[in-house]
């Protein structure tokens, strides 16, 4: 990630009328998922890595790239497999998991963890960390795959990232906490940055999640501690930018950016899910907290507002064109696994959708969507983020329909299975204990496997992490 500091800019949005070229009916999820399925195909037309000399995984090719047109950074190529990973779970279009696919594998780099030679020279944590959250979710949906162990990609970056949490502990520079980037000689050593701890903190709550070893826990508390000791996470749940090491992080940049609160809240939404007691009720505050604040400063009137970027013209820089969608999709899966939030998050996304798709009239096809949704119809220019936010503003809709669906674990995971197409994409967890089973999938309506879900499983892990 590549922001500088901002300052908070005025909210200035009004919402007009415009009439949507998108013709979706909110009450009907055949509806929402057709209109998906237009939007998903605008936004792949934006995606070249499957063709021949070019790479796969990536949106372009970097600034400091000979040749790179420097339009997107590395990271965001894990934005687009994250968010079409979500469009298979929520509507069972598999058109795209080949691309998908062959994009994380090319991406995990000689090594499996997510550290490829070419980007080095821009190598974050934060950056690697999102890589490895992609093949974290890959696992948890039992994402098809021939050949990789998704969850062993997450568990190779999430290694390397507390190694380096370690090392800064021993140093004692603001008291710990991972820094921005990786390499020494990189712009941005110096800096230590909200997201980069919050990636590893989403990482620590799932593989805890997935394998049942509390480990993991351990070290999202230990990551969550730290950003609020050192005032990056304030008590009002305030997410703030980072701080420089030379002044032992005490000049906090206050900018607030809607994905550090993001990541923060749904990790705390995994974290409430698999803890018990005191500890769950302390992740529940934080969950309900950032609950409040990420609507509060986000979604002022209804739909997603880029706070610190929007509304200063061109301000917004390309890597945070990507954060709404991302946003959006955190918010839903905090509903997946912390069910008391739900009423209010799902008013806000159904408000926010709308928002998205009246801005989708623009391109040679009269369909494509705009960043912007406050100005309530298309303005600007079609580009690949703004397709891609307005795909998960819608797919989030479709929570009931997979409400059968749910995050699989080390014990249930199955996605080899998946892979041959026709027998579904999951195994069967009947509630026995965690034994693997490689049941058929009752194919569901929208062409996915229907799973029992794993709460009896998840019980199990709950006790035996306490
Ligand atoms: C964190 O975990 C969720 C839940 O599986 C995943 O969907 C999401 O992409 C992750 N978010 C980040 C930015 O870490
Ligand atoms: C790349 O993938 C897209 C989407 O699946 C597909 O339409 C296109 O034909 C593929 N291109 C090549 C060269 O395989
Ligand atoms: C690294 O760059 C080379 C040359 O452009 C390219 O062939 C290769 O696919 C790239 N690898 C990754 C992981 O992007
Ligand atoms: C730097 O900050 C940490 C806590 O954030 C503190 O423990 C440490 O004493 C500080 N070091 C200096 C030199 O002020
Ligand atoms: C899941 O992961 C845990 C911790 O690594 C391990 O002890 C357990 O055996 C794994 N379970 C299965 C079914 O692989
Ligand atoms: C739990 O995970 C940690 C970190 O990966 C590992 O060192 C430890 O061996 C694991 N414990 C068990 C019981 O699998
Ligand atoms: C969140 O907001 C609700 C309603 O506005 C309020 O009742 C609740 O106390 C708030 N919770 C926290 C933890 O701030
Ligand atoms: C944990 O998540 C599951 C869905 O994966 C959900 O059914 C369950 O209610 C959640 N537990 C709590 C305590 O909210
Ligand atoms: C699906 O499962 C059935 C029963 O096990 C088997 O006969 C069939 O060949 C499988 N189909 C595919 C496409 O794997």
Redesign the pocket.
């Given at each position: 990630m590549k922001q500088g500091a901002f300052s908070v800019a005025v909210l200035s949005g009004v919402v007009g009328i415009a009439s949507a070229a998108l013709d979706v009916d909110f009450g009907s999820a055949d509806s929402i998922r057709l209109a998906a399925k237009d939007v998903a195909f605008d936004a792949v037309s934006y995606y070249k890595g499957n063709e021949t000399g070019e790479t796969p995984g990536v949106l372009g090719y970097e600034p400091l790239i000979p040749g790179g047109n420097g339009e997107y950074w590395w990271w965001t190529g894990s934005v687009f497999a994250?968010t079409l990973i979500?469009y298979w779970f929520y509507t069972g279009d598999d058109s795209y998991n080949a691309i998908v696919s062959q994009g994380l594998a090319h991406q995990a780099g000689p090594n499996r963890d997510y550290m490829p030679p070419n980007y080095t020279h821009s190598l974050s944590n934060d950056d690697q960390?999102?890589w490895g959250?992609?093949a974290?979710?890959a696992a948890?949906?039992d994402f098809p795959t021939s050949s990789l162990d998704w969850s062993n990609l997450a568990q190779n970056v999430w290694s390397w990232q507390v190694s380096r949490f370690k090392q800064e502990e021993t140093k004692e520079i603001c008291g710990g906490g991972l820094r921005w980037q990786v390499p020494p000689s990189n712009a941005g050593y110096n800096y230590k940055n909200t997201?980069s701890n919050?990636?590893l903190?989403?990482?620590s709550?799932?593989l805890g999640r997935w394998t049942g070893n509390s480990t993991y826990v351990e070290w999202a508390e230990r990551a969550w501690t730290w950003l609020t000791d050192v005032g990056f996470l304030t008590e009002d749940f305030r997410a703030l930018d980072g701080a420089h090491v030379e002044l032992n992080c005490t000049d906090i940049n206050k900018a607030e950016f809607s994905?550090n609160a993001?990541?923060l809240l749904?990790?705390a939404a995994?974290l409430y899910n698999q803890t018990t007691g005191d500890v769950q009720t302390r992740w529940r505050e934080r969950v309900a907290g950032l609950t409040n604040a990420t609507l509060a400063r986000f979604f002022e009137d209804g739909y997603h507002f880029e706070l610190s970027c929007e509304g200063r013209d061109g301000a917004c820089s390309s890597d945070m064109l990507f954060f709404k969608g991302?946003v959006t999709?955190?918010l839903a899966?905090t509903v997946?696994?912390a069910p008391f939030t739900k009423d209010r998050i799902n008013e806000v996304l159904k408000t926010n959708a709308e928002a998205a798709v009246k801005t989708c009239t623009g391109g040679d096809n009269k369909r494509q969507c705009s960043f912007s949704w406050a100005k309530g119809k298309f303005h600007d220019s079609t580009d690949l983020p703004s397709q891609l936010n307005a795909l998960s503003a819608l797919t989030v809709l479709l929570q009931d329909e997979v409400s059968q669906k749910s995050?699989a674990t080390n014990a249930t995971s199955n996605p080899g299975g998946g892979s041959e197409g026709g027998n579904g994409s999951g195994s069967n967890n009947q509630g026995n204990g965690g034994q693997d089973q490689n049941g058929n999938g009752n194919g569901g309506s929208a062409g996915t496997t229907t799973r029992v879900t794993v709460g009896v499983l998840l019980a199990g892990l709950v006790a035996a992490l306490l």
């Open positions: 994250s979500d960390g999102f959250v992609a974290m979710q948890e949906l997201v919050a990636v903190i989403n990482l709550a799932r994905y993001g990541v749904q990790s995994f991302m999709r955190f899966s997946q696994v995050f």
